[in-house]
């Protein structure tokens, strides 16, 4: 996949100066979060995971049950075992577009029907039961969607998202919420998703929100007794279990998780601010301010520059600054990825302006 092939982590951290393509909060150090336990014993843990975790991510969900809960190894594995569980070549998958690249490349992987229900600037990139419904088919055994949405930041009606539930419980489909953004920068104005439906699944980790994506530490929430099983055999036959480390250092952090969001909230809401007021005073890029989460996806005016591979080659090696272009979510290369909550202030202001200074120079 492009975003991970051309990923900071793969280019080199040391190669990029401005780093806007982050899609997460400032990462965090062991130091940050105090992790001590020195008698924890390295052994095998709870295949569902450590209990007082999931205990506290039930409290932190009202509606949410301990048992609902099973940890994984961040959500990617979570998306992985649900997509492969629940779809085969012979099934039908509707999927929103733009998205994370695992949401739509794991299926392709998998050789199902696909079909994309594409949000639109011109619709402030709002999802529509409507189109969901379009898009059915008999074949239909999955609906993926995510809110607080990767990478425009849309956040879903709750009429819709009730609309979208009633639609799955009458075709008995499932229903996909990626909802990792939930708990950052704005607030998602309905329950956890799984919680409204035993035909819904809810995904979540602290990597986006909270900054702690080297932990690998994410879950999955569903109210199929049923389902919740397939999905923990699923799970041991991939690893078993977590890893005992990251369950200590997700539980100690989430302990006082509140504090931390709250604080990192308030950068996140600062920097968005930043962001409107550069693109305020930037006639060349347009976007719609996002909703919820720590990206903008903003899009360079159609026609102003002929070659976008070299203008984002030159963005990188000449301006030190990275975004995610627009192929990193298959859509087309005016697009932009900007995230704003990863790098710290002075580095987010003057990696907007190195974007309009790579501008001037391309436009020539």
């Not at 009730?162 to 329950?191: G, H, Q, S, W």
């Not at 690998?216 to 690893?239: F, N, P, S, V």
């Not at 070299?310 to 859509?331: C, I």
């Amino acid at each position: 996949m492009p975003i991970e092939a051309e990923s900071p982590e793969e280019r080199g951290y040391d190669t990029i100066k401005y780093n806007l393509s982050e899609s997460s909060v400032t990462d965090l150090t062991l130091a940050d979060i105090g992790l001590l336990n020195p008698g924890l014993q390295l052994a095998y843990t709870d295949h569902r995971g450590k209990l007082a975790l999931r205990q506290l991510l039930a409290a932190q969900y009202p509606g949410t049950d301990v048992a609902d809960v099973l940890l994984t190894c961040g959500a990617a594995a979570a998306l992985f075992m649900i997509n492969t569980l629940l779809l085969s070549a012979n099934d039908h998958l509707v999927v929103v577009r733009p998205n994370y690249a695992t949401n739509i490349e794991v299926p392709k992987a998998i050789g199902c029907a696909i079909s994309y229900v594409d949000l639109l600037p011109a619709t402030q990139w709002q999802l529509t039961a409507a189109a969901i419904e379009d898009a059915l088919t008999p074949a239909t055994k999955l609906i993926s969607i995510t809110s607080p949405h990767n990478p425009t930041g849309m956040v879903l009606d709750e009429a819709e998202l009730l609309k979208i539930i009633a639609l799955a419980e009458a075709r008995n489909i499932y229903l996909l919420v990626d909802e990792t953004y939930r708990d950052i920068c704005f607030k998602t104005p309905y329950p956890l998703a799984a919680t409204l439906s035993h035909k819904v699944i809810s995904i979540s980790s602290v990597s986006k929100a909270y900054g702690l994506p080297g932990i690998r530490m994410g879950w999955l929430i569903t109210k199929d007794a049923g389902l919740y099983q397939q999905l923990l055999c699923a799970k041991e036959m991939i690893h078993i279990t977590n890893s005992i480390l990251d369950e200590e250092a997700c539980c100690q952090f989430l302990q006082n998780g509140q504090a931390w969001q709250q604080r990192i909230n308030q950068k996140a809401q600062h920097h968005l601010q930043l962001v409107q007021q550069w693109l305020q005073a930037e006639p060349r890029i347009q976007a719609v301010m996002p909703a919820g989460g720590v990206v903008c996806f903003a899009a360079i005016r159609q026609g102003l520059i002929k070659d976008l591979p070299a203008f984002y080659d030159t963005l990188l090696t000449t301006y030190g600054t990275l975004v995610g272009p627009g192929h990193w979510f298959d859509m087309p290369m005016n697009y932009m990825r900007i995230g704003f909550a990863w790098p710290d202030t002075a580095s987010l202001q003057q990696g907007l302006l190195q974007i309009s200074a790579c501008l001037d120079e391309c436009i020539k």
